[in-house]
T-cell receptor, first 114, second 117 residues
Framework: EPEVTQTPSHQVTQMGQEVILRCVPI?????FYWYRQILGQKVEFLVS????????KSEIFDDQFSVERPDGSNFTLKIRSTKLEDSAMYFC????????????FGSGTQLSVL | GENVEQHPSTLSVQEGDSAVIKCTYS??????FPWYKQELGKRPQLIID?????GEKKDQRIAVTLNKTAKHFSLHITETQPEDSAVYFC????????????????FGQGTILTVHP
């Protein structure tokens, strides 16, 4: 079965530094998402992306966050100036065009902000 | 916005018993309800989903029921096995008929299921 891949699996950074989390969605998928999960808590929606623009974002996704699809295969999440509370597991997900298509999650990037 | 509540937060059963996890949602326009299984340190994986035009769906030992009037849905696992031990998340989503946006998944808090051999 095709998979969403994410790199790196772990990222440690200092507070205030910029980080870029990378994702390669499944090749024929057109909808892309970022979710995050703080340790022991529920998975939370950050942003959805379609047709090279953000289609929806949550209140968590403030000006420090941005997403980009720099080429035909990658989908990135950038955090401009990381805060301690940004420490979490970040999941990329994708879904196909067809109505009702299920979401496939990547294996996640564990971000630790020190 | 949508709010999904999930109970119980932890569930411990003996191998072979049944397990039931319940979720309620607040947005009556939500029409898609998936369940995800997440093993420690791994990605959430879809195990079953249901749409609002059906009341029940079954896949081998797993079933999901939906009560639209009461706005709740449940996951039922029969004949539990130790490998069923994981965190289970319910979620809800509103699917637009136009197909240009599928909207976000709103997750419940998760249930830690432990199946004792």
């Amino acid at each position: 079965e095709p998979e969403v891949t994410q790199t790196p699996s772990h990222q440690v950074t200092q507070m205030g530094q910029e980080v870029i989390l990378r994702c390669v969605p499944i090749s024929n998928h057109l909808y892309f998402y970022w979710y995050r999960q703080i340790l022991g808590q529920k998975v939370e929606f950050l942003v959805s992306f379609y047709n090279n623009e953000i289609s929806e974002k949550s209140e968590i996704f403030d000006d420090q966050f941005s997403v980009e699809r720099p080429d035909g295969s990658n989908f990135t999440l950038k955090i401009r100036s990381t805060k301690l509370e940004d420490s979490a597991m970040y999941f990329c997900a994708s879904s196909a065009l067809l109505r009702g298509e299920k979401l496939f999650f990547g294996s996640g990037t564990q971000l630790s902000v020190l | 916005g949508e709010n999904v509540e999930q109970h119980p937060s932890t569930l411990s059963v003996q191998e072979g018993d049944s397990a039931v996890i319940k979720c309620t949602y607040s947005d009556s326009a939500s029409n898609y309800f998936p369940w995800y299984k997440q093993e420690l340190g791994k990605r959430p994986q879809l195990i079953i989903d249901i749409r609002s035009n059906v009341g029940e769906k079954k896949d081998q030992r797993i079933a999901v029921t939906l009560n639209k009037t009461a706005k709740h849905f449940s996951l039922h696992i029969t004949e539990t096995q130790p490998e069923d031990s994981a965190v289970y998340f319910c979620a809800a989503r509103r699917e637009n008929a136009g197909g240009t946006s599928y909207g976000k998944l709103t997750f419940g808090q998760g249930t830690i299921l432990t199946v004792h051999p």
